[in-house]
């Protein structure tokens, strides 16, 4: 049982099992370790014994004061607020090796793409659908946007699964750990047209284009002209690979930008 009452609306659900804790604290051995959400303090307790530093972010006032009295680590530098409020300068991102936490399911998604954005790795502990979703095949029901671009963007490599048991309260769905290294930043441009593409994942790419239009900001005629155009018109967009998709998305992009850097012609 635990002694603390966790908070539905902040997604707490505490990792309890102290094994994989150190499964997870092993890859912070000497580095500078920046943890989101500690809660209890049982990864965090696993991270301090071996890691040079522990940047430790709690959003709960509760579990902050908490883990402040609990843990007595000079290698522990606690602080209290949103992780994603927190400036470079207090994440010391500057010198931060690796982020290693059991983040909160709803935070998924803007983790990785806090990861992309400061080119750090991570050993993060997440929903096991979503992992099945980062590293799924082209042609696999799960394979999506979060495949490609996580694929494009990291070296994943999934350690371990983990069974909801090890977590209290007891969460609805497993988890699987992750290990995330920063590959590659992909340009915005094209990744708006990737996220678009795979809008209309089932279908031909010729189709995807045109069906895309309205996202990629040009008329359906614009869209049938690039649409003929292109490689890989008649594939289905979600057999392709990552790098054939952002190979795409550029040679869409180089045709977009040419067209609308043409002259338009002048009536006589």
Do not use: W
């Not at 102290?18 to 696993?46: F, Y």
């Not at 883990?67 to 500057?94: P, Q, V, Y």
């Not at 936490?101 to 806090?114: G, H, R, V, W």
């Not at 209290?168 to 340009?187: A, C, F, G, Q, T």
């Amino acid at each position: 049982m635990l002694d603390f009452k966790p908070k539905k609306k902040l997604g707490q659900s505490f990792l309890v099992n102290q094994n994989i804790a150190r499964a997870e604290a092993v890859h912070g051995a000497g580095k500078i370790v920046i943890e989101m959400g500690p809660g209890l303090g049982v990864l965090t307790k696993e991270l301090c014994k071996v890691a040079k530093k522990v940047i430790a972010v709690e959003l709960d006032s509760d579990l902050y004061s908490r883990l402040g009295r609990e843990l007595k680590s000079k290698k522990l530098k606690l602080i209290n607020k949103d992780f994603f409020e927190a400036t470079g300068e207090e994440l010391e991102l500057g010198n931060a090796d690796i982020m290693i936490a059991n983040i909160p399911y709803q935070l998924s998604s803007k983790t990785i793409e806090f990861l992309s954005s400061n080119s750090l790795p991570a050993v993060l502990c997440l929903q096991k659908e979503f992992v099945e979703h980062m590293l799924a095949k082209p042609g696999e029901r799960s394979y999506s946007k979060l495949s490609v671009v996580a694929q494009l963007s990291f070296r994943l490599r999934k350690i371990m699964d983990v069974s909801r048991g090890n977590f209290n309260p007891v969460p609805k769905v497993d988890s699987s750990i992750v290990l995330i290294e920063p590959k590659r930043k992909i340009d915005k441009a094209a990744l708006h047209i990737l996220s678009a593409l795979m809008e209309h994942k089932k279908k031909t790419v010729k189709n995807a284009i045109e069906d895309a239009a309205k996202e990629l900001g040009i008329s359906k005629e614009q869209a049938k002209a690039i649409a003929q155009e292109v490689s890989n018109s008649s594939a289905r967009v979600f057999k392709l690979s990552p790098e054939s998709l952002l190979s795409l998305a550029e040679e869409i992009g180089r045709i977009i930008e040419e067209s609308n850097k043409a002259p338009e012609s002048v009536a006589e």
